[in-house]
Every structure is written in C-alpha cells, then in structure tokens.
C-alpha cells in the first residue's frame, strides 16, 4: 500500500495543491485534469464505499490520493483503510486516453482509476474504468464504470494499452483453475468494443510464452 496522511481526522481533510488548477481540457497546452471529472469520480466512491467512514484527500502533482478510514468506536490506535483510490491528473498519464468511441467525431474522455482495499480493507487491489462520452460544448456525460475484472473476458483482470477505431486494446490476465491468486498464468491480447454503454470482447488471442 502506498503511504498516505498519518494523522487521521473525523472530518473531509483537503490539501491543496497550487500548480494545478481548474483547466478545459479541450486546450492543448493546459496539462490537468478538469475538476469536473475529478469530483465526479470523487462523488462516485463516496457513494459506493464512503459512507460511515473517514475520508483524507492527499493532493499530489500528478495524482490525488483519496483513503477511507474505518476508526473503530474507542480503538483510534487500530484505524484502517477499508478503500484506497488514485485519480490521475495529468491529462497525458497513461491512465488518461481520449477517443471517439461512439463515432461521433468527437473526443470522448476514458480514465482508469487503480484502487486498494476492495471496500473491507482486504488485500484486494483492481482499476476502475470511468467512460466520459463528449456532448459537444466541452460537456462530458459519465456514462458508464467498469471495472477491469469486469471486461476481461475470463477469470482475471484486463490492461488498457490503447484506443483505436473505437477498439479498446490490451491484456487480459487470467487464472488457470490451478492458479494462486497472486499469480495468472493465461495472458490473451484482448479487443473491445463499447456499445450501448458496455464493454464487449470481440476477439481474444493467447499469449504463448517463449521457450528462451
């Protein structure tokens, strides 16, 4: 687990951070993401994982980090993060890809967000995609969160590499039923696509290892 704030608090905890700020993303030579995109991916985990819990936000140059804290009542000392997100910034970090995806010739905005903890504080790690379609007049629409064990089309956990032709690229890593869960040993380049605001396999080809 990475590190986060040490102090942990009963209320929302923001740290600000001055060499980012609110920016379109429809200009080329601003380097951030939108705050809009970032509270609406704030918003989505409060919902799903945040209540009843302690939240500490840590603003980074490149990321925002976002933990919530269980403080069972009485036992401060034995604090634990249930829940562990990392929201990239950049709009050029790898975890950031613009795409027409729908065909409409216009960029739409997919980011994936690498999460911890699994909600109960378990040693449970997996990324989340945010699929934000462009309606014109910088408006964006959060359409549709997936997460990579959701669209990897087997047992195991896809990579998003690349976006083209409205064909999303990667790896998928799958479990033999032999495997331990640290270890996938099935690797398939995987093609999606997206329709109707789900992901599709539409081919799938094994990985085989070198000999050498």
């Known amino acids: 687990m990475r590190n986060f704030a040490t102090t942990l608090c009963v209320i929302i ?3 600000i951070n001055t060499s980012c ?28 994982y945040g209540k009843g819990l302690n939240r500490v936000i840590e603003n980074n140059d490149d990321e925002i980090h976002v933990a919530y804290y269980n403080i069972p009542e009485g036992e401060e ?26 065909n409409d010739t216009l960029k739409d905005l997919i980011i ?6 699994g909600g109960g504080g378990g040693n449970v790690w997996w990324t989340d995609l ?10 964006y629409e959060l359409t549709t969160t997936k997460t990579n064990w959701e669209i990897s089309g087997c047992h195991g956990y ?23 869960r640290c270890c996938p040993s099935l690797t398939y380049n995987t093609h999606l696509k997206f329709n109707n605001k789900t992901f599709e396999v539409i081919s799938q080809q094994k990985i085989t290892k070198s000999s050498n």
């Open 77 to 102: 000392d034995f604090a634990y993060t249930q829940m562990a997100i990392y929201i990239p910034k950049a709009l050029k970090s790898e975890a950031i890809k613009e795409a027409d995806i729908n």
């Open 13 to 15: 905890i923001y740290l």
């Open 158 to 180: 896809f990579f998003l590499e690349d976006i083209k032709n409205n064909t999303f690229m990667g790896t998928s890593f799958c479990y033999a039923q032999e495997d331990g």
């Open 21 to 48: 700020t609110s920016i379109d993303t429809t200009t080329e030579d601003n380097p951030c993401l939108h705050d809009n995109f970032i509270s609406k991916i704030k918003e989505y985990y409060q919902i799903e």
């Open 130 to 139: 945010f699929v934000f379609i462009n309606k014109g007049n910088n408006r």
């Open 112 to 117: 994936s967000i690498h999460t911890e903890g």
